[in-house]
């Protein structure tokens, strides 16, 4: 019946859903990197020829770029490799600057791995870290922050959209509390820039980690926001050579791929109202057809407040890994695709209190620009027919799993 499905609506298989994880590269994108991969192919620190002045006028032009789409100031956008770079800046950087004024940072138990990990790091560097925990939904709210904040607080750093369950935070409220109180205000926006509109003076944000490999931009770049007035922030960098980018990412600019960045930009920027709509209809849509058609399965993450294409199930009565085994025509994830090589059960889905069965049984679906209603519906039948097959293999096991859910 899939086959069929297939042969007659002419899909291109296998189908990618997990766009939370990376997204293909937009061939717009593409098309305005490649003449500064061998035409203009100039250093931007070159100041003394042509070829240096076009490629740092590629480069301040992709500043504005970036600046504009988060409602910054141009001179506010450092471009480093990546969220993960952009993470590790803004916590170690704020820490090392403004350690003696305090020692105290407060994030959220569901946080990606690149701010956990680097909070965990500042904890063996003798910081204090207090990792909020979150209600069922994935949310942390603004009086959690506010009650956890000391004298000693430096730096709050909460995510705007969870990576496994799409949750977004509510970011503007926070803003608040750290400004009366006088506390920086870092969030990783990596799965939430361009999806919806996002702007640093509204939100209160003085911090903002962007990665263009998920917004439709080539991998291996990405862009720190960091305010310069009401607070001007000062980082320790964390790399030495050069006084790259003020002085806090040494290292020569990746001209080209900053290039994409901008890029993909600019169309998140004209085209993400219609396109975060489109993604939406796909995932209630999805969301609907898998309730309808799969008994026993349930959401995890906020029904309303996430991020348009994001949906993160649990299917009770077969476990994740076998799931996507069984699925061979569907890319989606079992869990967050960075610590996609751990057996453990999702930390997130166990910070909202899913049992460790069912988060072994969980699916994250992705949906973005290039998805069609076509591979929506075949997505829904490749589910539902996998699901009755492991459960059929396995009753024992289903009858288990399904109990924990009634």
């Known amino acids: ?60 032009q992709a500043r504005a770029d970036v600046a504009g789409l988060i409602g910054a100031d141009a001179r506010e956008i450092v471009f480093t490799s990546g969220a993960t770079e952009c993470n590790n800046l803004a916590i170690k950087g704020v820490a090392g600057m403004y350690r003696r004024q305090g020692n105290h940072v407060v994030t959220v138990q569901t946080e990606h791995h690149a701010v956990l990990d680097p909070c965990r790091r500042l904890e063996r560097d003798g910081f204090e870290v207090t990792f909020l925990p979150v209600d069922e939904f994935g949310r942390v709210s603004a009086e959690q922050v506010e009650r956890a904040i000391t004298e000693r607080t430096i730096l709050v750093s909460v995510m705007a959209a969870n990576n496994e369950i799409g949750t977004l935070h509510p970011l503007a409220e926070i803003g608040r509390v750290c400004k009366t109180r006088k506390v920086l205000f870092h969030t990783d926006a990596a799965q939430a820039t361009g999806k919806f509109p996002l702007d640093v003076e509204s939100l209160g944000v003085d911090l903002l980690s962007i990665s263009a490999h998920k917004m439709y931009g080539p991998k291996g770049v990405g862009a720190l926001y960091v305010r310069r007035r009401n607070p001007h922030v000062r980082l320790e960098p964390m790399f030495d050579g050069g006084g790259h980018e003020r002085g806090m990412r040494s290292g020569t600019l990746p001209v080209p791929i900053i290039v994409g960045l901008a890029a993909a930009c600019r169309l998140s920027a004209t085209e993400m109202q219609s396109e ?32 348009p294409g994001n949906l993160n199930m649990s299917f009770a009565g077969v476990h994740g890994e076998a799931l996507l085994m069984a699925m061979k025509n569907v890319a989606v994830s079992s869990g967050s695709a960075c610590t996609s090589a751990s057996v453990e059960p ?61």
Not at 278 to 300: E, F, I, Q, W, Y
Request: with cysteine; hydrophobic share 40%.
């Open 276 to 307: 975060s709509q489109r993604s939406k209809n796909l995932r209630d849509h999805l969301h609907a057809g898998l309730m309808n058609t799969v008994p026993d399965c349930t959401l995890n993450g906020h029904p309303t407040e996430r991020l």
């Open 346 to 406: 999702s930390y997130v889905l166990r910070a909202i209190g899913v049992s460790d069965e069912l988060a072994h049984s969980s699916l994250r679906f992705g949906i973005g620009r290039f998805n069609t209603e076509e591979e929506i519906e075949f997505t829904i039948a490749e589910v539902a027919g996998a699901v009755k097959r492991l459960r059929e293999l396995n009753p024992k096991l289903a009858r288990g799993l399904v109990d924990v859910v009634r």
């Open 1 to 60: 019946m899939i086959r069929e499905m297939a042969e007659s609506s002419m899909l291109r298989l296998p189908i990618y859903l997990d766009n939370n994880a990376t997204t293909r590269c937009d061939p717009r994108v593409v098309e305005a990197m490649l003449p500064f991969f061998s035409e203009h192919f100039g250093n931007a620190a070159s100041r003394n020829h042509s070829f240096g002045w076009k490629a740092a006028e590629a480069v301040e």
